[in-house]
């Protein structure tokens, strides 16, 4: 299955910001006017995610074994670290000796209606998930909380008998009501 439930030691996969984390002073940085006054200090500048992003690939495609690739983006908030992911991605498979065919399918989970959680979670969009049958899936999310949602998901996909599935996720919440999923790649905890 991909991801883990387990507690794993991390191996260096992934940025940990701690809770007293002061974060970078303002005057290091532009950002615009629009935000003057809002803003405190700065988590991860945008080099660090763009950098982490580019490694992120680059695991990926060594875990993957330079295998073609279908890619399912969890939108909405996935679209953009997803598209910069896939970027990432050609890159490397323009610069291997293997070229890896990537397609890429947009999904949105639902699994709240009226703030009100459901007993099973609705995959809306996409491709008809029969299609994955056989193929080297990566799921690429931006943020994993508690990792229920994740777990249904990969619960979903995986009655379909894919090759090999992974996660790929740019954020990882510390919250108190995880079950302790990990993605497979991950940028950092918060």
Request: proline content about 4%; glycine content about 8%.
């Amino acid at each position: 299955m991909a991801g883990s439930s387990e507690e794993a030691p991390d191996y260096g996969r992934g940025v940990v910001i701690k809770d007293n984390w002061p974060g970078y002073d303002l005057n290091l940085f532009t950002y615009p006017q629009h935000y003057y006054g809002d803003l405190e200090y700065v988590l991860l500048p945008r080099g660090i995610i763009v950098d982490r992003i580019e490694r992120l690939a680059k695991d990926i495609m060594k875990d993957l074994g330079y295998c073609d690739i279908l890619i399912l983006c969890v939108l909405k908030g996935g679209y953009k670290f997803c598209m910069d992911l896939v970027e990432h991605l050609k890159n490397i498979s323009r610069n291997s000796d293997r070229f890896v065919s990537m397609k890429v399918d947009f999904i949105r989970l639902k699994s709240c209606r009226n703030d009100q959680a459901m007993d099973e979670m609705q995959i809306i969009g996409g491709d008809d998930l029969s299609t994955l049958a056989g193929k080297n899936v990566l799921i690429v999310k931006d943020l994993v909380g508690t990792g229920r949602t994740m777990k249904a998901l990969l619960s979903s996909i995986e009655k379909h008998k894919p090759n090999m599935i992974k996660v790929a996720s740019l954020l990882v919440k510390r919250t108190p009501g995880s079950d302790g999923f990990r993605p497979d790649s991950h940028m950092r905890d918060q």
